[in-house]
């Protein structure tokens, strides 16, 4: 399963769309993310909370 988390969910006014292979990474690629493009300096555990909240999963694309 794709965890998917969508920056918007966050509370950001933000199209971007995390996708990753597992929690731990959803979680990292989403702190990334927020420094980067948020210019969010740390990522406090209220928002590694918010994040773990609203992460959702995704099934794999049909492979044909
Ligand atoms: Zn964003």
New binding site residues.
């Given amino acids: 399963m794709t965890k998917v988390i969508h920056?918007?969910e966050?509370g950001?006014d933000?199209?971007?769309v995390i996708r990753a292979n597992s929690e731990e990474e959803a979680l990292q690629m989403a702190a990334e993310?927020?420094k980067t493009?948020?210019g969010m300096d740390k990522v406090s555990p209220e928002v590694v909370a918010k994040l773990k909240s609203i992460i959702r999963e995704e099934a794999a694309r049909p492979t044909h």
């Fill in positions: 920056c918007r966050v950001f933000c199209d971007g993310h927020a493009v948020h």
